[in-house]
């Protein structure tokens, strides 16, 4: 078996491809060891101390390292880790935990209270995040949530190798903020959630 790397955006980040499916449906982020008890994988990566982000996408697996951590060190370690779970075909989740997939916007928890009669706008944003900003995220080893839209500001999660890159704020304000803002006019501004 044969797991690529690829640079992400945030150089603390780097994106793991395995050659096959990671999750099924939706991502999942581990912020921390604890949400990590999860899944035996995410927990053997931070079982090496040199890791605070965790995430798996669709056919990817983002690993962010902590700060000063060089990834020299850092990247044998993890590709061992990965290796081991795929060829051994062990399960993603620990048994009896849920996936705790995220699929926005069923998955994510609302930061507003959305108003009925914005539905429509609502249903063009999470069109425009699923067709054109989701893909282009996950290329740089993250995903985006979709947390909520009122008084024309939609609010948005940055997660996996997005989510600490320098580069974050930038895409969410002059990327997203004028894709939704061109094509969804009732759209005024885009914040991170």
Not at 90 to 100: E, V, Y
Request: glycine share 10%; charged share 20%.
């Amino acid at each position: 078996m044969f797991i690529e790397t690829e640079t992400t955006p945030n150089p603390a980040s780097l994106k793991f491809l395995p050659g096959q499916q990671v999750m099924a449906q939706g991502t999942r982020e581990f912020a921390d060891p604890e949400a990590a008890e999860a899944s035996p994988l995410a927990q053997a990566i931070f079982d090496t101390g040199e890791v605070v982000n965790v995430f798996f996408g669709s056919d990817f697996i983002s690993v962010t390292a902590a700060p000063g951590v060089d990834w020299t060190a850092l990247k044998p370690q993890v590709l061992s880790i990965l290796l081991d779970h795929f060829v051994a075909e062990a399960p993603l989740f620990a048994p009896g935990t849920a996936a705790g997939i995220a699929v926005p916007p069923e998955g994510g928890e609302l930061l507003v209270e959305e108003n009925a009669e914005d539905a429509d706008i609502v249903a063009q944003i999470n069109e425009l995040l699923d067709t054109r900003v989701r893909p282009a995220v996950a290329g740089d080893g993250g995903d985006i949530q979709y947390r909520g839209f009122k008084d024309g500001v939609v609010f948005l999660t940055m997660q996996g190798a997005c989510s600490g890159c320098p580069s974050s704020s930038a895409t969410l304000k002059h990327g997203i903020e004028g894709l939704l803002k061109h094509y969804v006019p009732e759209v005024v501004e885009v914040r991170a959630a």
